[in-house]
């Protein structure tokens, strides 16, 4: 099956060497490079590094509307799109130009978490699974037929790192599943019910700061999600600290806290107060600090009565 693959970050990259060893990828199409670092380096994306160590060519339009772009890649005559966290909106003359139109690796279980950041957001919000989808583009975002889904249980301590790396390992045999299902003409697409469907945004500065006034489980919940990036951030004496990893309490106190207090418990232990109880600080990083693990802060920062998160 000759594929035109549309990918930048890591995810992408893994899902182009996987169908590089079933199909024919005829070009791949990435984020155009970035300049990073005080010397402006040029950044080449994962994606595009994996295309070339392939040896697949690539292209790099500003937009996929860039006069020129349509001929170029209709010159490859391929059979299915592939989309893989590209970046950009697939305009409708781009996504129903192949014969078997485009299909897209959305890791969440649509229609809910359309849109932006649904691995974090379903850890933000508790979820007990969530899951993959390949789903056929249409105008719509991530609103097209259904062709495979899994689904993925989490757990109360997975973290977006961890889903990450499920999403990767269980993403291109997914997509492989579906052009074989298309290709075959097995697929049979289910439209989404679009009274279920919901939507999540951006991760912005806001959604990181960490509410301590919130439960304990909401703390928990925001930073795992947010684990590896952008990690949840507080203060301490005013300066900005990141929490990369807490625990939820097993064990009740009698003390009742006062949100973003700080104590040292049972020696070693870190914990600050919530609006519901305790929780425990795993490991943290202070500004211009490395990662550390609470007993490192509480020696290091030599906790005083009435130091706190705010």
């Known amino acids: 099956m000759r594929v035109g693959f ?38 080449w994306c994962p994606a595009k590094i994996e295309a070339l160590r392939l040896n697949i060519p690539v292209l ?25 966290a590209y970046g950009n909106l697939i305009p409708r003359s781009v996504y ?10 959305h890791p969440s279980l649509l229609p809910r978490y359309r849109g932006a950041a649904p691995i974090q957001w379903a850890l933000i919000n508790g979820e007990k699974e969530t899951g993959i989808t390949v789903q056929l583009i249409n105008e719509r975002l991530d609103a097209g037929d259904i062709i495979e889904q899994e689904v993925i249980p989490l757990d109360t301590d997975t973290t ?7 999403v990767e390992t269980m993403g291109p045999g997914l997509l492989h599943r579906a052009i074989e299902a298309l290709s075959a003409q097995r697929a049979v697409p289910i439209q989404q019910d679009e009274s279920r469907a919901t939507f999540c945004g951006k991760i912005d500065r806001e959604v990181a700061r960490i509410d301590w006034k919130g439960s304990s489980s909401a703390v928990h919940n925001l930073v795992r999600g947010l684990n590896p990036k952008p990690v949840a951030f507080s203060s301490f004496r005013g300066e900005g600290i ?8 097993d064990a009740e106190l009698s003390d009742r806290p006062e949100p973003g207090a700080l104590m ?3 020696k070693k232990r870190l914990l600050a107060g ?37």
Not at 18 to 36: M, N, P, Q, R
Not at 96 to 105: D, G, M
Not at 160 to 166: G, R, T
Request: aromatic share 10%; glycine share 8%.
């Open 242 to 249: 990141r929490i990369w990893k807490t625990i939820l309490m």
């Open 60 to 84: 790099q339009p500003a937009g996929l509307k860039e006069p020129g772009f349509y001929a170029a890649i209709e010159t490859y005559h391929a059979d299915i799109f592939v989309i893989v």
């Open 264 to 266: 040292r418990y049972q």
């Open 274 to 310: 919530t609006g519901t109880g305790f929780i425990e600080i795993r490991t943290i990083q202070p500004a211009n600090k490395k990662i550390m693990d609470g007993l490192s802060f509480i020696n290091g920062y030599r906790l005083a009565a009435g130091d706190r998160f705010e």
């Open 160 to 166: 977006a790192a961890d889903l990450y790396h499920i």
């Open 6 to 43: 549309f990918g930048t970050p890591e995810l992408a990259a893994r899902c182009l060497s996987e169908l590089h060893g079933k199909h024919e990828i005829c070009f791949a199409v990435t984020a155009v490079d970035t300049e990073s670092g005080r010397n402006r380096k040029v950044q």
């Open 96 to 105: 129903e130009l192949p014969p078997l139109k485009t299909i897209n690796l």
